[in-house]
């Protein structure tokens, strides 16, 4: 298995290092229509995401994106997505700041800036989140920047400098969120697990993740203590697999479950920025 076979790793690592991408306009996909994707747009973004996991795509001005985007998606066989509490039509949650109490509390429902982190690192096994969508209908006035990094060149780039990093962070109980109670009601169990892992489902090397600190924990030993130092420092550095963008409206990125961050944003009250961003349990392959 990848994760202690070393042999299986090298061969791994270098396939992976052959197709990265490094350069952000290889990326893109330009769609011509949302609704009848084009084999060729179809395919290269089906290999952008077998290679980095990641691709970035532009359509055109269309006056409801969201069933645009609902068909992007199904057509890359994302069906089975997270009906989580802030989802709408077809599993589209619309990421905007939000004055209710039970959305503003979390940061992606703010003008604040986001961390690195992997969507749903609070999910039970059975609701793992292996795929997501992030769609700009509306970008902010200042900020809102996007970046993400493709968490199996992290796992690479922290084997190469330090094997027993990443042997600290595949301990099973690496990293904990506990229970999330909304008036005295548990509305998520408490979550174990480790921070590097192969999906039982695709077979991939996978990721669990947040920088945030706050109501995390992570197992009492000072191998993975020191482990999440040195991965935070790699996240926080800049690599030829860093990327950057500031969306514009028509343009999105699919993924599986990339690690990415937001940075802060200034708003237009009157017409304050908007995505929309689906989460599936299944990766696009």
């Not at 076979?5 to 991408?21: F, I, M, S, T, V």
């Not at 190469?160 to 169990?189: C, F, Q, T, Y």
């Not at 996240?235 to 030829?240: E, G, K």
Request: glycine content about 4%.
């Amino acid at each position: 298995m990848l994760l202690n076979n070393l042999d299986e790793y090298q061969y791994w690592r270098d396939e992976k290092l052959a197709h990265a991408p490094t350069q952000l306009n290889d990326c893109i996909v330009e769609i011509d229509d949302a609704f009848n994707l084009r084999l060729a747009e179809k395919d290269k973004i089906l290999s952008l995401c077998q290679q980095g996991n990641f691709a970035l795509f532009q359509i055109q001005p269309i006056e409801q994106y969201d069933k645009a985007i609902i068909s992007i998606n199904t057509q890359l066989g994302l069906k089975d997505f997270d009906q989580h509490l802030f989802v709408k039509t077809g599993g589209l949650a619309h990421i905007t700041q939000s004055d209710k109490k039970d959305q503003g509390e979390f940061i992606p429902y703010t003008d604040k800036n986001l961390g690195w982190h992997t969507d749903g690192y609070y999910n039970a096994i059975e609701q793992r989140i292996r795929a997501f969508s992030l769609f700009c209908v509306k970008p902010a006035v200042q900020g809102g920047v996007n970046e993400w990094v493709d968490p199996q060149m992290i796992y690479l780039l922290l084997h190469e400098d330090n094997p027993d990093v990443v042997k600290a962070l595949i301990h099973p109980k690496a990293m904990s969120i506990p229970e999330h109670k909304v008036d005295g009601k548990v509305r998520r169990a408490t979550s174990t697990g480790p921070i590097f892992f192969i999906d039982e489902l695709s077979k991939q090397l996978s990721m669990r993740y947040t920088q945030r600190k706050k109501h995390i924990e992570f197992f009492d030993s000072l191998e993975i203590q020191q482990a999440v130092t040195y991965l935070d420092a790699l996240l926080n550095t800049t690599t030829d697999y860093h990327f950057k963008h500031l969306m514009k409206t028509g343009q999105g990125i699919v993924c599986n479950n990339i690690l990415h961050k937001r940075n802060a944003f200034t708003d237009d009250e009157d017409n304050p920025r908007l995505l929309l961003r689906g989460r599936y349990f299944n990766r696009i392959e």
